[in-house]
């Protein structure tokens, strides 16, 4: 089993800045992709940020040139670092493992980023 536990959503203006943790613990295989979905009430759940273990970083078109994602593979833990935000941005953001290999996916209990104007 793959446990995944999200941190360091919240409140905050829009213009803000804000980073998410996720910590990955269990049964991880390599190779594996490590990303941020979010979703808002009413639509479906969409890809924000994508990292594999040798990296290679991709971003939704929405967010590309404000947040960064990382990674520190030693400690499992992805990172999502998220400039200048906007009201459009507020969701509940989930974290997400793959396991390229055996093609199964992980995912966190999410949490909530709300960005007021």
């Known amino acids: 089993q793959v446990q995944l536990v999200e941190s360091g959503g919240g409140l905050v203006q829009a213009g803000g800045s804000l980073r998410l943790s996720c910590t990955a613990s269990?049964?991880?295989?390599?190779?594996?992709?490590m990303a941020w979905y979010r979703q808002v009430p009413g639509n479906q759940r969409e890809l924000v940020a994508l990292i594999y273990t040798g990296g290679s970083p991709n971003y939704a078109d929405s967010v590309k040139g404000r947040f960064t994602i990382s990674r520190d593979n030693a400690k499992n833990t992805v990172y999502l670092q998220m400039n200048s935000l906007k009201p459009e941005d507020t969701a509940v953001y989930y974290c997400?493992?793959?396991?390229?290999?055996?093609?199964?996916?992980?995912w966190g209990q999410g949490t909530q980023v709300t960005v007021s104007s």
């Open positions: 997400n493992l793959q396991s390229i290999l055996k093609r199964t996916t992980y």
């Open positions: 269990g049964s991880i295989f390599s190779p594996n992709g």
